[in-house]
């Protein structure tokens, strides 16, 4: 099955700096890779996501790049704000479920 | 719009007893449900999927089972809970495999 690796698990910045967390998948038929936001005792929400066909997708401060080749995407926040600091979750989607990485715990110190 | 319910929100339960945690999709026709359990201080272990009423697939070997006795409900069980069991349980729905998942609010179960 799919086996998806995080890194960093903690990740502290300061304020206006950028943020980048990235992922590595093993399953090469995954193609649907989204990130998620989990803050403290909430819900996991989706903040943006990739499909296999396209190499980066923007959103605003909020942008996940996709190397389909080496099984790896990431995910960067720039202009990062108090606001950002959550837990972030990548995940990759294959036959099945999607399944997640570890998170990465993300504070931005203001 | 789509809305999901999970509850209960919290939930303290002694070991060896029985558990039931329910999910309910509104808004939406056969839906894929899943339930995800999240450790404290980790990341989302998928524990259970289906993709239609009676059709439920188990990711991990573990004292709990699920069920989809709906087209919209999907509930979690256990016969006998150990303290293993503690966690943050998360149901969550799709429209089908390989789109956005949409997660209720999560029960954050004890076990002592």
């Known amino acids: 099955g799919e086996n998806v690796e995080q890194h960093p698990s903690t990740l502290s910045v300061q304020e206006g700096d950028s943020a980048v967390i990235k992922c590595t998948y093993s399953?090469?038929?995954?193609?649907?890779f989204p990130w998620y936001k989990q803050e403290l005792g909430k819900r996991p929400q989706l903040i943006i996501d990739?499909?296999?066909?396209?190499g980066e997708k923007k959103d605003q401060r909020i942008a996940v790049t996709l190397n389909k080749t080496a099984k790896h995407f990431s995910l960067h926040i720039t202009e990062t704000q108090p606001e950002d600091s959550a837990v972030y979750f990548c995940?990759?989607?294959?036959?099945?479920?999607?399944?997640f990485g570890s998170g990465t715990r993300l504070q931005v110190q203001p | 719009s789509q809305t999901i319910h999970q509850w209960p929100a919290t939930l303290v339960q002694p070991v060896g007893s029985p558990l039931s945690l329910e999910c309910t999709v509104e808004?939406?026709?056969?839906?894929?449900l899943y339930w995800y359990r999240q450790a404290a201080g980790r990341g989302l272990q998928l524990l259970f999927y289906?993709?239609?009423?009676?059709?439920i697939s188990s990711e991990v070997p573990q004292n709990l089972s699920a069920s989809r006795p709906q087209d919209r409900q999907f509930i979690l069980s256990s016969k006998k809970l150990l303290l293993s069991d503690s966690g943050f349980y998360l149901c969550?729905?799709?429209?089908?495999?390989?789109?956005?998942?949409?997660f209720g609010q999560g029960t954050r179960l004890t076990v002592v």
């Open positions: 969550a729905w799709s429209t089908v495999m390989n789109t956005e998942a949409f």
């Open positions: 399953d090469s038929a995954s193609n649907y």
């Open positions: 990739i499909r296999s066909n396209v």
């Open positions: 995940a990759a989607s294959s036959r099945r479920a999607l399944t």
């Open positions: 808004g939406t026709s056969n839906p894929n």
């Open positions: 289906s993709v239609g009423i009676g059709q």
